[in-house]
């Protein structure tokens, strides 16, 4: 999705005209008469606007009255795409929709579809993957394409000059709990919700299986407690740096440069970084740390403390 969002915005734009015809709204943040009137507007200097509404799916099916006005007679001179996780209250508006523009729908790459997608973005890259090295990274970092992007990034670089990337390329460079699940927890924690906290937590806690190895007496981590704690203070902490950027510099382009970071994780960062505050975050590293220390001292059985961990984070101190 965000890969066609941007061919259509090139194709769109030229680097120059963006800075002053290129606005991007949220459907939870923003009302449906801003949207509108900004794809109403004239572009200034260029032949065309682009107008982008992120989360369309939040808006309030009530207020989509503009929207059917303003499709019944569209500005011949924006480009207004609307971008949803589900089609949710539009529903009834895809066919008027359809009319005078496109729907287009991403479905969640699942099975080889996936493996086929992995082989492919190392193609693009110069290099093939083994099957083996694909399945490895489908079983440690699940289908979020962003971490799987991530993931093959190191493996091209692990590689150097060989045009092939192996199992041995990906173990050491790939974190062995998935990256999506700690991810998905701390969104979980983020938005206070304990039941699907708790839920992912169970997951990992009763999967322990997060070896990947085949080899005859190749070690299989039984207990992933000790690794999920580390990679959830990793998390708090790489949130806190992203927070902490943001507030001194102007936009994500320049946090991305100053953090080193890929602009496909920073995004991920930021928007779990408008669900914490900096007290919080500090809570729940500390919380990770103190809980980590009563695991190593057998202060209580893992599974009691690591469900306490979690509902604590769920209530995070105000500040």
Same mark, same amino acid.
């Given at each position: 999705?965000?890969?066609?969002?941007? #061919?259509?915005? +090139?194709?769109?734009?030229?680097p120059k005209?963006?800075a002053?015809?290129?606005?991007?709204?949220s459907?939870?943040?923003?009302? %449906?008469?801003?949207?509108?009137?900004?794809?109403?507007?004239?572009?200034?200097?260029a032949?065309?606007?682009?107008v982008?509404?992120?989360e369309a799916?939040?808006?309030d %099916?009530?207020?989509?009255?503009?929207f059917?006005?303003?499709?019944?007679?569209?500005?011949?001179?924006t #480009?207004?795409?609307l971008r949803?996780?589900?089609?949710?209250?539009?529903k009834?508006l895809?066919p008027?929709?359809?009319?005078?523009?496109k729907?287009v729908e991403?479905s969640?790459?699942?099975?080889?579809?996936l493996?086929?997608?992995?082989r492919?973005?190392?193609?693009?890259?110069g290099?093939?993957?083994s099957e083996?090295?694909?399945d490895?990274?489908?079983?440690?970092?699940?289908d979020?394409?962003?971490?799987?992007?991530?993931?093959?990034e !190191?493996?091209?670089? @692990?590689?150097?000059?060989?045009t092939t990337? =192996?199992?041995?390329d990906?173990?050491?460079?790939?974190?062995?709990?998935?990256? #999506?699940?700690?991810?998905?927890?701390t969104?979980?924690?983020?938005?206070q +919700?304990?039941a !699907?906290a708790?839920?992912?937590? =169970?997951k990992?806690? @009763?999967s322990?299986?997060?070896?990947?190895?085949?080899?005859?007496?190749?070690?299989?981590?039984?207990?992933p407690? %000790?690794?999920?704690?580390?990679?959830?203070?990793?998390q708090?902490?790489?949130i806190?740096?992203?927070? =902490?950027?943001?507030? +001194?510099?102007? $936009?994500?382009?320049?946090?991305?440069r100053?953090? *080193?970071m #890929?602009?496909w994780?920073?995004?991920?960062l930021?928007a779990?970084?408008?669900?914490?505050?900096?007290?919080?975050l500090r809570s $729940?590293i500390?919380?990770?740390?103190?809980?980590?220390?009563?695991?190593?001292?057998?202060? $209580?059985?893992?599974?009691?403390?690591?469900? *306490?961990?979690?509902i +604590?984070?769920?209530h %995070?101190?105000?500040?």
């Amino acid at each position: 999705m965000e890969e066609e969002i941007q #061919s259509l915005l +090139d194709r769109t734009l030229g680097p120059k005209e963006k800075a002053l015809n290129y606005h991007v709204f949220s459907g939870e943040e923003h009302t %449906p008469q801003e949207i509108v009137e900004a794809a109403q507007t004239l572009p200034m200097f260029a032949k065309y606007r682009f107008v982008l509404v992120k989360e369309a799916e939040k808006i309030d %099916p009530e207020n989509l009255e503009v929207f059917r006005r303003y499709l019944e007679n569209p500005s011949p001179v924006t #480009s207004l795409v609307l971008r949803a996780q589900a089609v949710g209250p539009w529903k009834g508006l895809l066919p008027r929709i359809e009319k005078v523009g496109k729907v287009v729908e991403h479905s969640r790459l699942k099975g080889r579809a996936l493996a086929s997608w992995i082989r492919s973005r190392m193609a693009e890259k110069g290099k093939t993957i083994s099957e083996e090295g694909a399945d490895y990274l489908l079983e440690v970092v699940g289908d979020n394409l962003y971490h799987l992007e991530n993931a093959l990034e !190191k493996a091209f670089l @692990s590689a150097g000059t060989r045009t092939t990337v =192996e199992l041995s390329d990906l173990e050491g460079t790939v974190a062995d709990v998935k990256m #999506s699940t700690v991810f998905e927890l701390t969104d979980a924690i983020g938005r206070q +919700d304990v039941a !699907k906290a708790l839920g992912i937590l =169970e997951k990992v806690m @009763s999967s322990k299986a997060v070896s990947f190895r085949r080899e005859e007496g190749a070690s299989k981590m039984d207990d992933p407690v %000790p690794i999920l704690l580390s990679m959830m203070a990793r998390q708090y902490r790489m949130i806190w740096k992203v927070k =902490e950027e943001l507030s +001194d510099r102007q $936009g994500a382009a320049e946090a991305a440069r100053a953090l *080193k970071m #890929s602009p496909w994780i920073l995004r991920n960062l930021i928007a779990q970084s408008k669900k914490f505050t900096q007290s919080s975050l500090r809570s $729940g590293i500390l919380r990770c740390h103190q809980t980590d220390l009563a695991v190593k001292r057998g202060r $209580g059985p893992k599974e009691l403390l690591m469900e *306490k961990l979690v509902i +604590d984070l769920c209530h %995070p101190q105000k500040g």
